[in-house]
């Protein structure tokens, strides 16, 4: 007998669909991280795929993109470029027969960090206060995490001072490299990646130009990998309201992306499209039940 959030769920895929996002999937996130990670454990990304099986179709994000229906329908994507994603999630998927997305930030092939861990690291050794002595920024209302990535403060100038701050103090942020190299990136079949930009800034707190080369490195630091398959579509960092504008949207255009990724806990409603871009929603389980999560999305 189906619950009500069940029969609930049912009626939602008769007029939408899903685009799932992940980062990790591991069963415990590296301490140094703290608790700001979106992670999943690997019993909890089983159990998402199991139960949406119910409802949804699984398809490709191109497939996804390019349908004229999204109802019925649902996609995974992977953000950042973790490596425990090929590690821990792609058997699973594998075993289902599921294509995924990856969206990479290419300057985690070189060996160096993604700002957003520098933040986490600060947060965990409890380094924030430390560190603010040292850079003066534009806005701090709130939480440390969150008022980092507001669009007041220019990410490429924090990511710079995060760096000659951890570099001063000859700081190894933590142990094991998390990030996907270029020789890790699997060429099997199930798996396309994309452009997460080049650094993962927020491109709103970019002048256009600088917007500009965060999107068109990324893009080209990724395609230029031989004998991968990649998708049409463009992942903002943060993916919310505040983190891009007309330049993003304008730059977006131009270099003839499908789709905007989106990152706003929604289900994917009727095709939306801005500047000539079609807008593709985002949701980021937490929890187990993933049923109840998109019904009470839904019912906001």
Not at 30 to 51: E, I, M, Y
Not at 182 to 190: A, G, V
Not at 266 to 289: A, T
């Amino acid at each position: 007998m189906s619950s009500r959030a069940d029969q609930k769920l049912q009626k939602i895929a008769a007029d939408r669909g899903v685009i799932l996002l992940y980062h990790s999937v591991m069963e415990t996130a590296p301490s140094a991280l703290g608790n700001t990670l979106h992670n999943v454990t690997v019993h909890q990304f089983k159990g998402h795929l199991r139960d949406l099986s119910n409802f949804f179709e699984f398809v490709s994000l191109d497939e996804f993109s390019n349908a004229r229906s999204k109802a019925g329908l649902a996609c995974i994507t992977f953000d950042d470029g973790y490596k425990n994603v090929i590690e821990n999630a792609l058997p699973v998927m594998e075993s289902l027969n599921y294509p995924c997305t990856i969206f990479l930030n290419p300057i985690t092939f070189e060996q160096r960090w993604n700002w957003r861990d520098k933040v986490r690291y600060l947060i965990h050794y409890q380094k924030v206060d430390e560190f603010l002595k040292t850079y003066d920024m534009a806005y701090t209302q709130g939480r440390f995490y969150r008022y980092t990535k507001n669009r007041a403060n220019d990410s490429a100038d924090l990511d710079r001072a995060l760096d000659n701050y951890l570099a001063q103090r000859i700081i190894d942020i933590y142990g094991e490299y998390p990030y996907l190299s270029i020789n890790q990136l699997t060429d099997c079949p199930l798996v396309s990646y994309g452009n997460h930009t080049q650094n993962h800034y927020v491109l709103s707190s970019l002048i256009e130009p600088l917007q500009t080369l965060e999107i068109s490195l990324g893009h080209e630091n990724i395609t230029n990998i031989s004998n991968l398959s990649y998708t049409g579509c463009f992942a903002a960092p943060f993916g919310g309201v505040d983190d891009i504008n007309s330049a993003s949207l304008k730059i977006i255009a131009k270099m003839s992306y499908q789709s905007l990724l989106m990152s706003r806990q929604l289900l994917q409603p009727k095709k939306s499209q801005i500047n000539k871009v079609q807008i593709l929603e985002r949701f980021m389980p937490r929890s187990d039940n993933i049923i109840n999560e998109l019904v009470c999305a839904v019912d906001k």
